[in-house]
């Protein structure tokens, strides 16, 4: 298992997503990490 480190892609998606409250920001996150370890 690789070390809980994100992909340079998602890291520039999340990055590049104007974080407008925390909320928003925890969702784009969980989302994120959720997506990598679905496959």
């Known amino acids: 298992m690789k070390p809980t480190t994100l992909p340079d892609s998602v890291i520039e998606k999340l ?18 990490i959720r997506s990598l370890f679905a496959t």
């Open 15 to 32: 990055s590049a997503m104007p974080f407008e409250t925390s909320d928003s920001l925890a969702y784009s996150s969980f989302s994120a």
